[in-house]
């Protein structure tokens, strides 16, 4: 039967579509044979995807972790599920497999959710989740002519405890930039919503609006300057 996906559906496995695939290679390199490793991202239907688990070296089976894809009429909290599968206990799994003998044709055991101990909570997404979804926009997103004609990502550095360093490069000069852009707000929560960011700094830099943001006096062999970023965010 063909059903129709709600918009926040969509939003949800877009998202999770997008953070999870690089937990195919994340730690980078062979695994230990006792580590968690991405096996699969499918959707169910319209409203329900299973993330699929493995600790097989073969990968030739595992768990599949089924999440609703909405929460009413919003979109299910997909931060909250890639945070989740960072962090799932193998033994909890395998627990709960344990009494739900239930298998795909993959030689997944499927397994709601919330049986494995999910919660659907919104709330703070990791930092480095949110670096990532910057990241990904920067290095893959938009493309020409959305910001390629005006700037390209030319790296970054953490540092620390303070800002992260995005370095970009204007493609009509070829100078380098370093952008130092806050990854907490005043109170120390971690910030998220970066995700229209690649886009809102090409007026930046077109109209030249960046050389009025106050600049960082730090000396970075990496770039001609540096411009605190963070009132403008």
Request: aromatic share 10%.
């Amino acid at each position: 039967m063909t059903t129709v996906a709600t918009d926040a559906a969509d939003a949800a496995f877009s998202y999770l579509a997008r953070n999870l695939i690089p937990l195919v290679v994340m730690p980078p390199g062979p695994l230990p044979r006792d580590r968690l490793r991405l096996r699969g991202l499918v959707r169910v239907g319209a409203e329900r995807v299973r993330v699929a688990v493995t600790v097989d070296p073969s990968t030739a089976a595992g768990v599949a972790i089924e999440f609703p894809l909405t929460e009413g009429e919003e979109p299910l909290a997909a931060e909250a599920v890639v945070g989740f599968i960072r962090t799932v206990d193998v033994k909890d799994l395998v627990r709960v497999v344990g009494h739900q003998p239930r298998y795909d044709n993959h030689r997944n055991a499927v397994v709601d959710a919330e049986s494995v101990g999910f919660r659907a909570l919104r709330g703070e997404s990791a930092t480095d989740l949110n670096l990532f979804a910057l990241f990904s926009l920067l290095v893959h997103g938009g493309g020409f002519p959305w910001f390629e004609d005006v700037y390209t990502f030319a790296g970054f550095m953490l540092t620390g405890d303070g800002p992260c360093r995005c370095y970009v490069r204007v493609t009509g000069t070829g100078a380098v930039y370093g952008l130092d852009i806050p990854l907490r707000d005043t109170a120390g929560r971690p910030l998220s919503g970066f995700t229209s960011l690649p886009q809102e700094l090409a007026p930046l830099i077109r109209e030249k609006d960046l050389f009025r943001q106050p600049q960082v006096d730090d000396e970075d062999e990496y770039c001609e300057a540096v411009y605190d970023l963070s009132q403008w965010v």
